[in-house]
């Protein structure tokens, strides 16, 4: 205790106490640098001043997406660190941390609900779960959304966000690029919608699998898109890559990338799209205050 703390009266102590506030008031722009307050980011649907898309989870993505309420599928359950894989620390402390930060199982999240009108099956893939990585789990729920979707004859609709392959679960991981394209012929053979929304980063094995095997795909723009990083490529070719690189503009520009679609037109761009591949009569739509329920 300093000698002012020592003479000052505990009332007066009490008056200039720190007082904690949020560590989360305010977030600042990776591109233009600019602090912006929560409240704002969260009315502009997670997108900064500048125009950059910010990454938003599963909650917030079904949020933004479907017309009202919507259902969760719960994901299939698999087997728990199938090689005993260890690093620095164990696999299953690394999972044991991404499902308490997230509150999620593993990378995926299914809603079934209605996009201006159309019901659809959407999967989200949540980069803040180990980099949105795919392994087992991640692999059943793309499955298991292609399962939902033929049930309920509506298209599916995945957003995708990952840095690649699970690497802690070695060739297991990687089997999950055949097994997922096996989801996306499914859809195919029912005569269903698949349509892809490319978001910021969508990289590696998930790339070279069911991110570009759509009917349709659109990005969010300045989405980072390809399998393997531009620092990577750089260092390989030993060139100076073009401006914006993999990047959605750059990509939609080459033909990969069917349209780059800000983030409050994705839900009018994919209902009008739905509705021309589900042959649905455009109708108005009222967005109803959002909810979530559990499937049973």
């Known amino acids: 205790m300093s000698w002012l703390q020592r003479i000052t009266p505990p009332g007066v102590q009490r008056m200039f106490d720190k007082r904690d506030t949020p560590e989360n008031l305010w977030v600042k722009c990776p591109v233009s640098g600019e602090m912006v307050f929560n409240k704002d980011l969260e009315a502009g649907l997670h997108v900064t001043p500048a125009g950059h898309h910010m990454r ?17 599928v719960p994901l299939p359950e698999v087997a728990k660190d199938p090689l005993k894989f260890r690093d620095d620390k164990p696999y299953t402390a690394r999972i044991s941390a991404a499902r308490k930060k997230t509150g999620r199982e593993d990378a995926m999240a299914i809603g079934v609900g ?28 793309f499955l298991k959304a292609c399962e939902t979707a033929v049930e309920k004859r509506t298209p599916l609709v995945c957003f995708t966000a990952a840095g690649g392959a699970r690497m802690q679960e070695g060739a297991l991981s990687l089997m999950q690029m055949p097994r997922t394209t096996l989801g996306v012929e499914m859809l195919r053979e029912a005569g269903l919608p698949y349509i892809v929304v490319l ?64 983030r409050k037109d994705l839900p009018r761009t994919l209902g009008n799209i739905l509705r021309v591949l589900m042959k649905r009569q455009s109708g108005s739509v009222a967005k109803a205050a959002p909810e979530t329920e559990t499937a049973e």
């Open 56 to 72: 938003i989870g599963p909650a917030l993505r079904f949020k933004y997406t479907f017309d009202g309420a919507w259902k969760e």
């Open 114 to 141: 209605s996009v201006q009108g159309v019901e659809t099956t959407i999967l989200v893939q949540d980069f803040a779960f180990m980099g949105g990585s795919l392994g087992m789990g991640a692999g059943e729920g």
């Open 199 to 262: 978001t910021d980063p969508t990289t590696g094995g998930v790339t070279a699998s069911y991110a570009m095997l759509g009917d349709v795909h659109l990005a969010e723009p300045g989405a980072l898109i390809g399998f393997a990083g531009p620092r990577v490529i750089e260092q390989t070719i030993r060139e100076k890559l073009p401006e914006g690189f993999q990047r959605s503009e750059y990509l939609q520009e080459k033909g990969m990338v069917d349209k780059v679609v800000h």
